[in-house]
């Protein structure tokens, strides 16, 4: 998991708006002014929201709303958004596909929460708090000191549990019965509180199930876009009917090549028929009278004829024998006269015979065109080129009712199951328990403390109760300092969670590592790290182990920062979760700081890292800088 964008309006410690892109590796965040920007406390108040709105303190101007949102990649890879409305109601998006539009995840607080932590992987409030979180109040030197009781003081000790979670010492109370009066309150107030604090678990358990009926009921909602689509798509296929063609327009393609093949065949042999006429047509007829043979012929037959005559007249009768010499020449100038009018005839028909070759070739493309009309229709209505193409787009149709058909039975199956059937049923139950249960607590009130606060604070109360009866101790002089807070058991507890095992385990994987940043901290002044089977820690150094706690303050904070660098570096194998910090190095030496950058820098490499800070050498290390 990480972050991949912050953007903020009218936020306490940032600007007045903007929105930061974040990237993966150590990335260090300039505040805009002195005062560090509380990224980690933002963070914790919009992804905990427990709709008491609390996280209006965040908001810099009470005139206007402040606005703050985070996307993130969460450990299931998806992209969300979650968007609040500072003191009001908050949104979760997640991104579906790039490009489209978020889809809305949920707009309630305890949905939101249940989803984080159920689908997004979000770790618990704890977790992120005690483990993921570096603030300056974490350091152990910041908090108070542990309250010690001696054998000569007569006074009652102190609960761990009251002392680790208080924030300044406990005083002898000044009214002994209006502090008792006061217990009898917070009891009643405990009353009110577990009371509250079991109808929100019950709350949060009956939410849970809602989610996962809801999302039981929701399960069917991709197959019933699916089958929105098939219907569309259905609708959309081309039928003969809708385009305008006869229903038989599959078996007047079969025909068609047929009547193409037809077609191209009847007008070869025409061709044929038209070049065999044109080559037995002469080019041109030669005219009679330029004919020599003709004149031949004709002059022969007419000079025999007038020999005959003459010499059969005025020398001898036989002369005129002579005379049946014209029938030939005469005949062969006939001859010759008829193929003249026999090829003039012919060149004549030419025009006749190609009008009669055009009226064929009309013919053979009209009953083509009306053969294969409908055909060509379908080609230009579908944009086709290939006739063989035209059945398949008719076929799809068919097609797309088959997927829609099956669609709609696995629809109709599933919100048949039983389960479907049953989440149908329980939703309603559920709602009615939850209006229910809400109309309890707000009917206890709309505001009650945790039950953890009121015993603490009985706690705290009945000590000073105790501490004012109590004899006056007698004077130390120069005694020892009370010792502080051990952080040990709390961070080698959150250890084990993280990493799935039991305590002694942890011990021996973070030990090593632990030691190492600890020495590097300290100058080697410490030789070894040891926890017992409670987790509390000792060091060893000048021949004797101490334990952490009366280290001295600044070692301490060494200490926890090295254990705490352990622990994220160990668990971001594991898991990886964004480790933020809000300059939690108060205090801490100047030449010690370079050495930390290099480790967050380190740690960069493992998990991201946001660094909350104005000091220039983590930004010198870092791998990004943002101004915010």
Not at 19 to 31: H, I, N, S
């Amino acid at each position: 998991m990480h972050f991949v964008e912050v953007a903020v309006q009218n936020v306490r410690g940032f600007s007045a708006q903007g929105r930061f892109a974040l990237k993966a590796g150590y990335l260090v965040l300039k505040p805009p002014t002195v005062d560090v920007s509380p990224l980690a406390g933002l963070a914790l108040a919009l992804f905990y929201a427990d709709g008491r709105g609390g996280d209006a303190n965040f908001a810099a101007s009470s005139e206007k709303p402040g606005k703050a949102a985070f996307t993130f990649v969460g450990q299931d890879a998806q992209t969300y958004r979650l968007l609040r409305e500072l003191g009001g109601s908050g949104t979760l998006h997640r991104q579906t596909a790039p490009g489209q539009p978020p889809e809305l995840v949920s707009q309630d607080s305890a949905e939101i929460g249940q989803f984080l932590r159920a689908q997004a992987g979000m770790p618990s409030r704890t977790t992120l708090e005690q483990v993921y979180c570096l603030l300056p109040g974490h350091l152990p030197s910041r908090r108070p000191r542990l309250r010690t009781s001696r054998p000569d003081l007569k006074r009652p000790s102190v609960t761990s549990g009251s002392a680790l979670a208080s924030n300044q010492a406990v005083t002898p109370a000044e009214d002994i019965p209006a502090a008792e009066a006061r217990v009898r309150e917070l009891e009643k107030e405990m009353v009110r509180s577990r009371e509250v604090d079991e109808l929100q678990f019950k709350l949060d358990g009956l939410n849970s199930q809602l989610f996962e009926t809801e999302r039981r009921l929701n399960s069917t909602e991709g197959l019933k876009v699916a089958v929105r689509d098939a219907e569309a798509a259905w609708n959309a296929a081309p039928t003969p009917e809708t385009l305008g063609l006869p229903a038989d327009i599959a078996t007047r393609v079969e025909r068609y090549p047929k009547a193409l093949s037809r077609r191209d065949d009847a007008l070869n042999r025409l061709a044929a028929e038209r070049e065999q006429e044109a080559q037995s047509i002469p080019v041109a007829v030669e005219p009679l009278t330029a004919n020599g043979q003709f004149w031949a012929g004709l002059g022969g037959g007419t000079l025999l004829l007038v020999l005959g005559i003459v010499l059969g007249s005025v020398l001898d009768s036989a002369w005129r024998y002579l005379v049946l010499l014209d029938i030939p020449a005469f005949g062969w100038a006939a001859m010759l006269a008829l193929r003249y009018v026999d090829d003039l005839s012919r060149t004549t028909d030419v025009g006749r015979k190609d009008v009669m070759f055009a009226a064929r070739e009309k013919k053979i493309l009209d009953d083509f065109e009306a053969e294969s009309a409908h055909v060509r229709k379908a080609l230009k209505v579908l944009e086709l080129e290939d006739p063989a193409d035209i059945p398949a787009v008719f076929e799809r149709k068919g097609l797309l009712e088959q997927r829609l058909l099956e669609l709609r039975d696995q629809l109709a199956a599933m919100e048949a199951s039983p389960e479907f059937v049953a989440a149908g049923e329980q939703r309603e139950d559920i709602k009615r328990q939850l209006d229910e249960v809400s109309a309890q607590i707000a009917k206890i009130g709309t505001y009650v403390r945790d039950v953890r606060d009121v015993e603490r604070e009985i706690s705290r109360t009945r000590e000073s109760i105790a501490l004012a009866k109590a004899p006056p101790p007698a004077a130390f002089g120069g005694g020892p300092a009370e010792p502080l807070e051990d952080p040990s058991p709390v961070l080698l507890a959150q250890a084990a969670d993280l990493l799935a095992s039991d305590l002694s385990s942890v011990q021996g994987q973070l030990k090593d590592r632990c030691l190492q940043y600890f020495t590097a901290l300290t100058d080697r002044r410490y030789q070894s790290i040891d926890w017992d089977h409670e987790g509390r820690g000792y060091v060893f150094s000048q021949g004797r182990h101490v334990p952490v706690g009366e280290l001295l303050p600044k070692d301490l904070d060494l200490y926890y920062l090295a254990l705490r660098l352990t622990v994220v570096e160990k668990a971001s194998a594991r898991v990886k979760y964004p480790f933020l910090l809000e300059h939690p190095f108060q205090g801490v030496e100047e030449m010690k700081l370079q050495l930390l950058g290099r480790m967050l820098k380190h740690l960069g490499t493992l998990t991201q890292v946001l660094h909350v800070t104005a000091h220039p050498g983590f930004a010198q290390l870092s791998d990004s800088t943002v101004n915010l």
